[in-house]
């Protein structure tokens, strides 16, 4: 069974930073990308940033310049440096890992989320 743990969520100033951090483990052959999403209260789950097994990475333009994906290939671990932090970016942050292969085949993963709160 793959489980997803994240940590590194909290209350935070506007224009502070926080680095979420999320490892993957069990039985894992590989793992095609890994990511973040986030969901603030009434809206939907929408991608923040995503990077691939072979470095590549897409961001949303909300957090271009501001946010940082980076990935541990080797012990399947994902963080997000998260700088410059504004109101808006407060939200409910949810890591995924796409395209898992495992004995039983290959799909998708979530963690259980992690609350980010961007408020003086």
């Known amino acids: 069974q793959v489980q997803l743990v994240e940590s590194g969520g909290g209350l935070v100033q506007p224009g502070g930073s926080l680095r979420l951090s999320c490892a993957a483990s069990?039985?894992?052959?590989?793992?095609?990308?890994m990511g973040w999403y986030r969901q603030a209260p009434g809206k939907e789950r929408v991608l923040v940033a995503k990077?691939?097994?072979?470095?590549?990475?897409n961001y949303a333009d909300s957090v271009k310049g501001r946010f940082a994906i980076s990935r541990d290939a080797a012990k399947n671990t994902v963080a997000l440096q998260m700088n410059s932090l504004k109101p808006e970016d407060t939200a409910v942050y949810y890591c995924?890992?796409?395209?898992?292969?495992?004995?039983?085949?290959?799909?998708?993963?979530w963690g259980q989320g992690t609350q980010v709160t961007v408020s003086s």
């Open positions: 995924n890992a796409g395209g898992v292969s495992t004995w039983s085949g290959v799909r998708d993963y």
């Open positions: 069990g039985m894992i052959f590989s793992i095609n990308a």
């Open positions: 990077i691939t097994s072979g470095g590549s990475t």
